[in-house]
């Protein structure tokens, strides 16, 4: 009645199966269950009750007074419904019931309990079709696991309705598909060899055995018989007259130790003989034990001290005499007078005894956390009375189990995060290389730097709670944080100051009033101005922009004429005329003011002319001043300036042009003295609190001020250039600076540090007397500085205290009392069992043992157990002397010591009749002499293993707190010690406590570190020159190597093939083009060659100076060779002129010609004009007044562009390492014939210029490698021998940048620790089972167990060790129990049927399926074989015994058939395992090749055997000769196999193949290629044939495709030569 289970194995294999039934019954069941479930019958048969599902429990309150409630109707059986009085009202189901009411929160009270899963089992199969077999198992069987599911409360766990586990969750799976692995025989190895003979002569026995390899598993077969036995036969009869028999004595076990008290069990140990005289019947050993009753009073746990002293028993054994065939004989026949023991002391047995179960400890999982793994909770007991004798040990003192396995109730788990310091100062003299740091002042650098953090551990809320921006929390310790530890230092820059850049000054200007508004006196000043370009940073100011010089007059607004037109004569063409003109009232920059504003006369609009009549002489218009030759006056020289005009026209002769001195005119200028004043201010002062100001000054700072406003004040004076400060008078008012200006106050900064942590834990156990009391300490971080002014840090970071007051540690010792007497067996057990009268042997002494405190009180003995030494023995062995035993003095004293090294030595002697007696005299049982060595206190210091790296001394410990430092100045070479550990060996060798040698157990050694040297490179080289000879281009210097790093220095830059290193500046540069320039004088006065006295006039020549000059000069510049400038536009020094004459019209000089488009347009034309000044006379006409010529690019008109240089290299801050900088272009202004011509040029035509000539860049820094603080050394990693070290380590905290000094190659360090001995309880091996008094029966194999004293590799070296006292092993479950240092053996008597020894465990096998392994652990085998030594005993052998036992690090092991050769037609075989070993077991016995192989029919020919194909063949040399059916008809002799050369045609047809094994295989091939009759088949004609044929075409393809092409008549390339590049030296 159960559905079928669909089981699928990891290979996709489905497997259907049915538990019961088949489908039609499965659904017969299915469909009664639902009619009975949901209808109630009446009787009548036609109307039933129907009931719907139950509802939900409802109630008011939550449990069991709920009420769950379903409809109930009446229907027709034809379905339809119907009214409810049709249906039977008695049997109308419930409607109502009550109910459990579950509620949410009990989901805290119920959950689902599971018991673990089963085992896998097989699954049950209906059809026997279907079910897997063992024979038909390939890999794995289909199985079943079960497990138990029910609800529960989580209170105390016991079983509720699942309904209401069912509310809150599905119900867990109760069953699970798994597999079962094919079943596994028993797999044994092989016999091993015969044992000897059992008798030297006549019949006897002889076996061999085998071992268990593996276990049967998962139903395979049994182990088979690990033992055989045959008969064997000496060839030497026994000698005629020897007892066909021996006889052994034979011992049984000790009984249990029993009281003195029953007497009534004297006769159990009574040995009674019963002998048969039937041959068939053995004869048998009975024990007569007496029916009394025995009443064993069990005492209760509530003992007194008195119940704790040892109480003595007695116990007893069988003897018995056995014959050789394992027959019992009678016992005289054995002892021989000297019988066995049968009796002897014992201690009575007392099992440990503990006290109660402590509380469960608190969970250890208090909060719920991310891995969902479970918390235990542990409870212990201790120990009230320790076992004795053979009592049952004790138990387990301490029990764990799990607790809040899912901890959904818990609260969640605090987290924990790194947190940092805020930022320490960005500092650049870390990143100065050693060469850079003795040539810089580190206290000037700027730029690129690096600033560190301190990082710790704090423990924060959850997420949901609202962090403040600077939150405050108690730092804990650092493992307790899982993240990655952020970064603990970065890049940083340091702000470079910048200087001002200033524009050149401008021209002075002309005379102006401070104010023009105010114009008072006839004192005003001219002044010069100057731009700021780039305003700079730091605190310097930029200098002054302003200069003024005194001077008389000013004006501030005068009339300009801005337009002159012609003169028009007012009376005919010549004499007085008038010429209009258009005014304007400017200021002193040249812009239009109200006319108002200028105090002369508005100058009138018309204004007289001259226009010369005919025949008068015609001048020029005076020329503009030149420039001043000085911009000032003083007593050496003065300003002068002058100007000229010239003649254009000659008068006639009753007229005269004026003098030559009078065509130019000169003037002083600029005559006021030479005396500049500026305004001069100093740098502004810190921001100060002005509380004069309102508190809206806020608003001056657009609301973003946080905090006060204050003031900065200056100082401005007024300077005299060249001389000092002067009165604030002489320099201009309305030019002088402020002296205050509002500025933000900073804000003050308090400091800001964590709370303390907790204080560091105390021991937890109690102190050991006189030792000291230990500290404990705590620290806070300062995570914000304290600044402006704020609150200032404490002083206090770190704290230490003692601990509260420790309880010390009890003192309890163990008390010990006299022992008593030597306890012996009961003289009524003794006579009973032997009836010896004579009480005396081996017997049992007991002493009490009691716990006392420090004042000998006596205390419980728990307390002794837990603080006291290990318990002392309470009994040992005694000896009471019988009359015959032998009589020994005491030991003498020891003799006296010759020093180390040496032996002493004590006596003693036998006394009285024990000096007659033989077994007396036998020292190895009565010893008369020992030895042991002397004391020694002399001591050899050896040295041990390799020195430590060189370990530098450690810095305070006080600065390293807990957490991460950023960066700390810490040092990395210099002087160190190398430490080396040493032994301290006595005089025999070993090893013994270090202190005993040297204070601190290692050898030091001074060493040193050798510190790291840096790249060196030479100083910069001088500029070359400009890459460009005119305009913008760079100069570069360099620098080169001079010394390469060394001990992990600062590598090079990368160097080319001379070694030069690849470290360059570029800056930009100009060359001027015209740094020289033609300078020329006035034209000269046209000079006419007159003839006659001819007039003076027309063509004439007029010349001037001109001088090569450095531009820029000044007004005195002198002259300089010729060929400086520029010889393509050296002017014209002559031209020719025309002088009108008299009676010509003057016309007066050409106006400039009018400029061409831009770009320059040669379709265009310019122009230019003059106008008449002389009219002719009337004859005679004007010649032109205009002349125009054609635009033609670089003659006439040019067009312009603009150019930029390269780029710079990234130009730093003169104090910058690295960091921001810039790097700049200049630019040109190009003229279209290619020359640069002045930057203005460009400027003034408003060209574009798409280029930035200034970008930001970055040098990278070389930040060498930051390491971590050095983490305090770990604890020894062995407390003793050699082996042990201690280690700490750094990390990287940043690697190395660029050429930064790269990181320590020593991340991890290793210190020897002190040699200290290792005390370890040796386990020797068993001795041989030895039985007492007897030959053979039970006995006893020991074991020693020694404390000694060795290295940590004693195992290696197990003669380095010493045997030394118990104590300092200390007590090892006080010091292993009877049943580890005694085992029960038994040694088998001639003639009993016994178990061998144990074999060995086997290696560890793994059950795996495909060669891949089905479980995680192996399993290992051992058994014991049965031998029989009799076979007259055999019926009485036990069962051979086997057992396993799970293994790790198992292989997996596969299993095959192997066979010999053919033999006669037989072969072995075998199965053999993968690792080479033959076994039993294991193999498909379906897959067992034959052993025999057969032909029918029989192979009965002569020279004939049966082939593996079951056919019969011929032998070696031999040829088959084959009937019509197929068979052999007989073996003929091959000619030549005898001689080899022997001609082969006359055995054509005949010839038989070898008899090897590849001959066999094909000789039984189907298609033979001789017939019957030995001739060859026609098939083997037409298959040579047809291969001739292929090969035929093989070589006609091959020539085909195999034809040699036509070469080419291209040839190869040329191959570039190799060529090796210098990428740097490799050391760099």
């Keep these: 009645m159960d559905l079928a289970m669909i089981l699928k194995d990891v290979y996709g294999v489905m497997g259907w199966s049915w538990r019961f039934g088949n489908y039609l019954l499965l659904t017969v069941s299915l469909i009664a269950m639902q009619v009975q479930s949901d209808l109630e019958f009446p009787k009548d048969g036609h109307f039933t009750w129907k009931t719907g599902h139950w509802g939900r429990c409802m109630g008011e309150d939550c449990g069991t007074g709920g009420v769950q409630s379903r409809t109930v109707w009446c229907i027709h059986t034809e379905g339809w419904t119907t009214h409810h009085s049709n249906c039977r009202h008695a049997d109308k189901p419930e409607s109502q019931r009550p109910c459990f009411k579950v509620c949410e929160w009990h989901q805290?009270?119920?959950?689902?309990?599971?018991?673990?899963?089963?085992?896998?089992?097989?699954?049950?199969?209906?059809?026997?079709?279907?079910?897997?077999?063992?024979?038909?198992?390939?890999?794995?069987?289909?199985?079943?696991?079960?497990?138990?599911?029910?609800?529960?409360?989580?209170?105390?766990?016991?079983?509720?309705?699942?309904?209401?586990?069912?509310?809150?969750?599905?119900?867990?799976?109760?069953?699970?598909?798994?597999?079962?692995?094919?079943?596994?025989?028993?797999?044994?190895?092989?016999?091993?060899?015969?044992?000897?003979?059992?008798?030297?002569?006549?019949?006897?026995?002889?076996?061999?055995?085998?071992?268990v390899l593996a276990a049967p598993m998962y139903g395979g077969a049994n182990c088979p018989n690990l033992t055989q036995t045959r008969t064997c036969a000496s060839l030497l009869p026994c000698p005629v007259g020897e007892s066909e028999y021996h006889y052994s004595l034979k011992v049984g076990s000790w009984s249990e130790c029993r009281q003195p008290q029953h007497k009534g069990l004297w006769m159990s140990g009574r040995t009674m003989l019963n002998f048969s005289t039937g041959n068939t019947e053995r004869n048998t050993v009975k024990r007569n034990i007496q029916s009394s009753q025995h009443h064993h009073h069990h005492l209760h746990h509530h003992h007194s001290l008195k119940s704790l002293d040892v109480e003595i028993g007695y116990q007893t054994r069988q003897v018995c005499c056995v014959r050789s065939d394992g027959k019992n004989a009678i016992l005289s026949l054995c002892t021989l007078g000297n019988s066995p023991g049968t009796f002897q002391s014992c201690v009575m047995p007392r099992d440990c005894e503990t006290s109660d179960w402590s509380v469960w400890s608190p969970c250890s999982k208090t909060c719920r956390a991310l891995d969902m793994s479970p918390g235990f909770r542990v409870r212990s007991r201790s120990i009230t009375h320790t076992p004795i004798g053979l009592g049952k040990e004790c138990p387990a003192l301490e029990e764990k189990e799990a607790c809040n396995i899912i901890g959904d109730l818990l609260p969640n788990c605090p987290r924990y995060v790194w947190k940092s310091t805020d930022w320490g100062d960005c500092q650049a003299a870390p990143l100065l290389s050693q060469q850079d740091r003795r040539l810089n002042n580190v206290s000037v650098l700027c730029g690129g730097g690096i600033q560190s953090r301190q990082l710790y551990c704090v423990q924060v809320p959850d997420n949901s709670t609202p962090h403040q921006r600077k939150e405050v929390y108690r730092p804990v310790s650092g493992h307790l944080c899982m993240e990655d530890?952020?970064?603990?230092?970065?890049?940083?820059?340091?702000?470079?100051?910048?200087?001002?850049?200033?524009?050149?000054?401008?021209?002075?200007?002309?005379?102006?009033?401070?104010?023009?508004?105010?114009?008072?006196?006839?004192?005003?000043?001219?002044?010069?101005?100057?731009?700021?370009?780039?305003?700079?940073?730091?605190?310097?100011?930029?200098?002054?922009?302003?200069?003024?010089?005194?001077?008389?007059?000013?004006?501030?607004?005068?009339?300009?004429?801005?337009?002159?037109?012609?003169?028009?004569?007012?009376?005919?063409?010549?004499?007085?005329?008038?010429?209009?003109?258009?005014?304007?009232?400017?200021?002193?920059?040249?812009?239009?003011?109200?006319?108002?504003?200028?105090?002369?006369?508005?100058?009138?609009?018309?204004?007289?002319?001259?226009?010369?009549?005919?025949?008068?002489?015609?001048?020029?218009?005076?020329?503009?001043?030149?420039?001043?030759?000085?911009?000032?006056?003083?007593?050496?020289?003065?300003?002068?300036?002058?100007?000229?005009?010239?003649?254009?026209?000659?008068?006639?002769?009753?007229?005269?042009?004026?003098?030559?001195?009078?065509?130019?005119?000169?003037?002083?200028?600029?005559?006021?003295?030479?005396?500049?004043?500026?305004?001069?201010?100093?740098?502004?002062?810190?921001?100060?609190?002005?509380?004069?100001?309102?508190?809206?000054?806020?608003?001056?700072?657009?609301?973003?001020?946080?905090?006060?406003?204050?003031?900065?004040?200056?100082?401005?004076?007024?300077?005299?250039?060249?001389?000092?400060?002067?009165?604030?008078?002489?320099?201009?008012?309305?030019?002088?600076?402020?002296?205050?200006?509002?500025?933000?106050?900073?804000?003050?900064?308090?400091?800001?540090?964590?709370?303390?942590?907790?204080?560091?834990?105390?021991?937890?156990?109690?102190?050991?007397?006189?030792?000291?009391?230990?500290?404990?300490?705590?620290?806070?971080?300062?995570?914000q500085r304290a600044a402006n002014g704020g609150q200032e840090c404490p002083d206090t970071l770190y704290e230490e205290r003692e601990c509260e007051a420790l309880l010390v540690c009890p003192t309890y010792r163990w008390n010990t009392h006299k022992w008593h007497p030597c306890t012996l067996v009961p003289d009524s057990v003794q006579q009973g069992m032997t009836g010896v009268s004579e009480s005396c042997g081996k017997g049992l002494e007991m002493r009490g043992v009691s716990c006392v405190d420090e004042y000998d009180e006596v205390a419980d003995m728990s307390e002794c157990l837990q603080w006291a030494e290990p318990m002392p023995s309470r009994f040992r062995s005694c000896w009471v002397p019988?009359?015959?035993?032998?009589?020994?003095?005491?030991?003498?004293?020891?003799?006296?010591?010759?020093?180390?090294?040496?032996?002493?030595?004590?006596?003693?002697?036998?006394?009285?009749?024990?000096?007659?007696?033989?077994?007396?005299?036998?020292?190895?049982?009565?010893?008369?002499?020992?030895?042991?060595?002397?004391?020694?206190?002399?001591?050899?210091?050896?040295?041990?293993?390799?020195?430590?790296?060189?370990?530098?001394?450690?810095?305070?410990?006080?600065?390293?707190?807990?957490?991460?430092?950023?960066?700390?100045?810490?040092?990395?070479?210099?002087?160190?010690?190398?430490?080396?550990?040493?032994?301290?060996?006595?005089?025999?060798?070993?090893?013994?406590?270090?202190?005993?040698?040297?204070?601190?157990?290692?050898?030091?050694?001074?060493?040193?570190?050798?510190?790291?040297?840096?790249?060196?490179?030479?100083?910069?080289?001088?500029w070359s020159a400009c890459s460009s000879s005119c305009g913008s281009g760079l100069k570069i210097r360099s620098k080169w190597l001079r010394e390469k790093p060394f001990n992990g220095g600062r590598p090079c830059p990368k160097l080319d093939l001379k070694n030069q290193a690849q470290v360059y500046e570029a800056v930009p540069c100009h060359s001027e083009c015209g740094q020289y320039e033609w300078v020329t004088d006035p034209w000269s006065v046209c000079t006419i060659n007159t003839v006659d006295e001819l007039p003076a006039c027309g063509e004439g020549i007029q010349s001037r100076k001109i001088w090569c000059v450095r531009r820029g000069g000044g007004a005195q510049m002198s002259s300089v060779n010729e060929t400086l400038c520029d010889q393509d536009e050296i002017p014209p020094q002559a031209q020719t002129c025309f002088l009108p004459c008299p009676n010509d019209c003057v016309m007066s000089q050409w106006s400039q010609w009018s400029t061409c488009p831009m770009p320059c347009d040669e379709s265009t034309m310019r122009i230019r004009t003059r106008h008449m000044l002389r009219p002719p006379v009337a004859d005679r006409e004007c010649p032109e007044s205009n002349q125009t010529e054609s635009c033609v690019l670089n003659s006439t008109?040019?067009?312009?562009?603009?150019?930029?240089?390269?780029?710079?290299?990234?130009?730093?801050?003169?104090?910058?390492?690295?960091?921001?900088?810039?790097?700049?272009?200049?630019?040109?202004?190009?003229?279209?014939?290619?020359?640069?011509?002045?930057?203005?040029?460009?400027?003034?035509?408003?060209?574009?210029?798409?280029?930035?000539?200034?970008?930001?860049?970055?040098?990278?820094?070389?930040?060498?490698?930051?390491?971590?603080?050095?983490?305090?050394?770990?604890?020894?990693?062995?407390?003793?021998?050699?082996?042990?070290?201690?280690?700490?380590?750094?990390?990287?905290?940043?690697?190395?940048?660029?050429?930064?000094?790269?990181?320590?190659?020593?991340?991890?360090?290793?210190?020897?620790?002190?040699?200290?001995?290792?005390?370890?309880?040796?386990?020797?091996?068993?001795?041989?089972?030895?039985?007492?008094?007897?030959?053979?029966?039970?006995?006893?194999?020991?074991?020693?167990?020694?404390?000694?004293?060795?290295?940590?590799?004693?195992?290696?070296?197990?003669?380095?060790?010493?045997?030394?006292?118990?104590?300092?092993?200390?007590?090892?479950?006080?010091?292993?129990?009877?049943?580890?240092?005694?085992?029960?053996?038994?040694?088998?008597?001639?003639?009993?049927?016994?178990?061998?020894?144990?074999?060995?465990?086997?290696?560890?096998?793994?059950?795996?399926?495909?060669?891949?392994?089905?479980?995680?652990?192996?399993?290992?085998?051992?058994?014991?074989?049965?031998?029989?030594q009799v076979l007259e005993n055999q019926d009485s052998c036990p069962h051979q015994v086997f057992e396993t036992r799970l293994c790790k690090g198992g292989k997996c092991h596969s299993y095959e058939w192997r066979t010999s050769a053919w033999n006669d037609n037989e072969r072995s075989v075998w199965c053999q395992r993968s690792d080479g070993i033959n076994v039993t077991g294991g193999c498909f016995a379906q897959n067992r090749p034959t052993t025999v192989r057969h032909c029918h029919p029989p192979c009965t020919k002569p020279f004939s055997h049966c082939k593996q194909s079951g056919v019969c063949g011929c032998e070696k040399g031999y040829t088959e000769v084959m009937t019509t059916h197929g068979f052999l008809d007989y073996c003929?002799?091959?000619?030549?196999?005898?001689?080899?050369?022997?001609?082969?045609?006359?055995?054509?047809?005949?010839?038989?193949?070898?008899?090897?094994?590849?001959?066999?295989?094909?000789?039984?091939?189907?298609?033979?290629?001789?017939?019957?009759?030995?001739?060859?088949?026609?098939?083997?004609?037409?298959?040579?044939?047809?291969?001739?044929?292929?090969?035929?075409?093989?070589?006609?393809?091959?020539?085909?495709?195999?034809?040699?092409?036509?070469?080419?008549?291209?040839?190869?390339?040329?191959?570039?030569?190799?060529?090796?590049?210098?990428?740097?030296?490799?050391?760099?």
């Design 485 to 783: 530890l952020p970064s603990a230092v970065q890049a940083c820059s340091v702000p470079c100051p910048k200087q001002c850049l200033l524009s050149s000054w401008s021209s002075w200007g002309a005379c102006l009033p401070d104010n023009c508004m105010e114009t008072h006196g006839r004192k005003g000043f001219r002044q010069r101005r100057r731009e700021v370009l780039e305003k700079g940073s730091g605190t310097e100011n930029c200098a002054h922009l302003l200069e003024s010089m005194p001077c008389e007059d000013p004006v501030c607004f005068l009339w300009k004429v801005h337009f002159e037109g012609a003169c028009v004569p007012s009376n005919g063409n010549c004499e007085n005329g008038t010429r209009t003109q258009t005014v304007a009232c400017v200021n002193s920059q040249g812009q239009l003011v109200p006319e108002e504003l200028c105090e002369e006369e508005t100058p009138p609009k018309e204004v007289l002319c001259e226009m010369a009549c005919p025949g008068d002489c015609v001048l020029s218009l005076w020329s503009d001043w030149s420039s001043c030759s000085h911009s000032c006056s003083n007593k050496i020289s003065e300003g002068r300036q002058s100007r000229t005009r010239t003649i254009l026209g000659l008068p006639r002769e009753a007229k005269a042009c004026p003098a030559a001195t009078t065509l130019e005119e000169r003037r002083t200028c600029n005559d006021h003295p030479c005396i500049i004043f500026y305004w001069e201010a100093s740098p502004w002062g810190p921001c100060i609190e002005d509380f004069s100001m309102n508190l809206n000054g806020s608003d001056y700072w657009n609301g973003t001020a946080t905090c006060a406003v204050g003031v900065q004040i200056r100082k401005v004076v007024c300077m005299k250039m060249g001389a000092g400060p002067v009165i604030p008078k002489r320099c201009p008012d309305s030019a002088q600076p402020d002296t205050i200006q509002p500025c933000l106050l900073p804000c003050k900064k308090d400091c800001i540090v964590t709370p303390f942590c907790e204080w560091t834990a105390c021991p937890t156990a109690c102190l050991p007397v006189n030792s000291t009391m230990p500290l404990q300490s705590r620290y806070r971080i300062i995570i």
């Design 1197 to 1428: 008109c040019f067009n312009y562009h603009y150019n930029v240089s390269n780029w710079s290299t990234c130009q730093l801050s003169e104090h910058a390492i690295c960091g921001q900088g810039t790097r700049i272009r200049l630019l040109d202004c190009i003229r279209s014939d290619s020359k640069v011509v002045d930057l203005i040029v460009c400027k003034e035509l408003d060209l574009p210029q798409p280029w930035t000539l200034a970008m930001n860049c970055v040098v990278d820094c070389p930040f060498n490698c930051i390491l971590s603080d050095w983490t305090p050394w770990s604890e020894c990693s062995h407390t003793c021998g050699s082996k042990g070290v201690m280690t700490r380590s750094r990390s990287v905290l940043q690697q190395a940048h660029e050429e930064g000094r790269p990181c320590a190659s020593q991340l991890f360090q290793t210190k020897p620790c002190p040699i200290s001995p290792c005390y370890t309880w040796l386990l020797s091996g068993w001795s041989p089972c030895r039985v007492e008094g007897a030959e053979c029966g039970e006995g006893t194999r020991e074991r020693n167990l020694t404390c000694v004293v060795h290295w940590a590799d004693w195992t290696d070296s197990p003669h380095l060790s010493k045997t030394v006292e118990d104590e300092k092993c200390g007590d090892r479950l006080r010091k292993e129990s009877k049943q580890e240092l005694q085992q029960p053996c038994f040694v088998p008597c001639p003639g009993d049927c016994h178990l061998t020894e144990w074999s060995l465990w086997s290696s560890c096998q793994l059950t795996c399926l495909e060669g891949r392994s089905f479980e995680t652990v192996g399993r290992q085998a051992r058994s014991r074989a049965v031998v029989i």
């Design 882 to 1022: 019988c009359r015959d035993d032998c009589a020994l003095s005491t030991w003498s004293k020891f003799t006296e010591c010759a020093g180390c090294g040496n032996r002493r030595t004590r006596k003693r002697t036998l006394t009285g009749r024990s000096r007659k007696q033989v077994h007396c005299q036998r020292e190895d049982l009565f010893p008369l002499l020992e030895s042991e060595s002397c004391p020694c206190d002399e001591f050899v210091s050896q040295p041990y293993g390799n020195w430590s790296s060189c370990i530098l001394p450690e810095t305070s410990m006080q600065a390293s707190l807990p957490g991460w430092r950023g960066r700390r100045d810490t040092r990395d070479c210099g002087q160190g010690l190398c430490y080396r550990a040493v032994a301290c060996l006595d005089h025999e060798g070993h090893l013994v406590s270090p202190d005993r040698c040297s204070e601190t157990g290692l050898a030091e050694e001074v060493c040193h570190v050798p510190c790291p040297l840096d790249c060196k490179l030479s100083d910069w080289s001088t």
């Design 108 to 211: 805290d009270l119920f959950e689902w309990e599971m018991s673990e899963w089963g085992l896998c089992v097989l699954a049950s199969f209906q059809s026997n079709k279907l079910r897997l077999r063992t024979a038909e198992c390939v890999t794995a069987q289909h199985g079943i696991q079960r497990r138990k599911v029910q609800c529960v409360r989580t209170s105390n766990r016991t079983a509720v309705t699942e309904r209401i586990c069912e509310f809150f969750s599905p119900r867990p799976a109760q069953e699970q598909a798994c597999l079962i692995p094919c079943p596994h025989n028993c797999v044994v190895s092989d016999f091993s060899f015969w044992s000897g003979c059992s008798r030297t002569c006549g019949t006897g026995l002889q076996h061999r055995t085998r071992h």
């Design 1532 to 1628: 003929t002799k091959t000619p030549g196999s005898d001689n080899k050369k022997a001609d082969v045609k006359t055995s054509s047809g005949r010839l038989k193949p070898g008899t090897t094994q590849i001959q066999d295989f094909f000789g039984e091939w189907s298609l033979q290629p001789l017939g019957p009759d030995g001739r060859i088949k026609m098939w083997v004609y037409g298959l040579t044939a047809g291969g001739f044929i292929l090969i035929l075409f093989i070589i006609a393809v091959a020539f085909l495709f195999c034809k040699p092409l036509k070469s080419s008549k291209s040839a190869c390339p040329p191959q570039k030569p190799l060529t090796l590049a210098y990428d740097g030296d490799v050391d760099m």
